[in-house]
């Protein structure tokens, strides 16, 4: 259960950019939760719904007196880290099943994703190109991996683990396996298909060095060092920081999410039809997907009230 949550905090921190605040907020309430449960000789992998049930109605029974509730996290808020969590327990495979799917909680007005607009990836991208003279094997990976996620709006997950079979012959379709092991394919923008081509020369010149010194070549398209053989989601997003902060914009205001954000959004502004962004994003409900159309409704009502000529203060 400590693997559980701390690969589950990570994964928050890198592609969410969560605040730590909330990082710590989770940590706490799932540490009491897996307390909770192995005091009863049960885990999160074998745990049913009507355990959690248990485990919600326990902390209501601890919060009766004012004085307890004012120390004590909301339901609300305890109930929100175990879905969370299984939610991405079933995404990576380590559960077949989200047993909280069906709880109930309180009805929360859905916010709107924050995302970038078209000026602040472009800046984005052109940061990653100007290291070229100084860091000219950073310049061209980051390029590669800011072009491909804008190019197709990838999960961070899928970018990073994308093998380097998927890169060769210079495809004008990707191939993405997302989701539950559900593959799709992406079409690829001339920008993503140069960045790929020039990255991949470069990083097999790499692996064919790394094969003659007697090491094994990766089968990744963003190899490293680590113990996963790729880059993981927390390097990219330290990346993607330092490439906001050369940009000029709040690294606050950035994460892998608000680039897939920004591919969705975007792309219907243009013209692009709700199914096929649905299709390429890997949603399995339109409903998902519709949550852009509110997007783009706020940002015309913003245009008219900043730039119609009778727009009052």
């Not at 745990?47 to 004590?72: H, K, N, V, W």
């Not at 991405?88 to 924050?114: C, H, M, Q, V, Y």
């Not at 990838?154 to 495809?171: I, N, Y």
């Not at 559900?182 to 960045?195: G, I």
Request: aromatic share 6%; net charge positive; with cysteine.
């Amino acid at each position: 259960m400590e693997r559980w949550i701390s690969t589950f905090l990570e994964a928050q921190a890198a592609e969410l950019g969560a605040a730590r605040n909330t990082l710590l907020a989770y940590g706490r309430d799932l540490q009491d939760f897996a307390a909770w449960l192995a005091r009863r000789k049960l885990d999160f992998l074998t745990l049913d719904q009507a355990d959690i049930e248990d485990y919600l109605t326990f902390c209501a029974d601890q919060g009766l007196s004012p004085s307890t509730r004012a120390r004590r996290p909301t339901r609300a808020r305890r109930l929100s880290a175990v879905r969370q969590l299984f939610r991405f327990a079933f995404d990576e495979g380590w559960r077949t099943d989200n047993p909280s799917i069906r709880l109930k909680g309180a009805t929360k007005a859905r916010t709107l994703p924050e995302t970038l607009n078209e000026d602040e990836v472009d800046r984005l991208l052109d940061a990653a190109r100007a290291a070229s003279a100084a860091r000219p094997r950073e310049a061209l990976r980051n390029t590669c991996l800011l072009e491909l996620l804008y190019a197709t709006g990838m999960r961070v997950s899928e970018l990073v683990t994308l093998p380097v079979a998927a890169a060769r012959g210079d495809p004008r379709m990707l191939l993405v396996r997302g989701k539950g092991g559900k593959e799709r394919l992406v079409p690829l923008s001339p920008p993503a298909r140069t960045a790929m081509v020039e990255w991949l020369a470069q990083r097999d010149t790499e692996q064919e060095a790394l094969r003659k010194a007697g090491g094994q070549p990766s089968r990744f398209l963003f190899p490293s060092h680590g113990a996963d053989g790729h880059l993981t989601r927390q390097h990219f997003l330290v990346i993607l920081k330092d490439l906001a902060v050369l940009a000029g914009i709040s690294p606050a205001r950035v994460s892998p999410h608000k680039l897939r954000h920004a591919f969705a959004t975007h792309l219907l502004a243009n013209g692009a039809d709700l199914r096929a962004i649905q299709t390429m994003l890997g949603h399995a409900d339109i409903a998902t997907t519709e949550i852009y159309t509110h997007v783009l409704d706020q940002h015309l009502k913003d245009l008219v009230l900043t730039h119609h000529p009778l727009a009052k203060d």
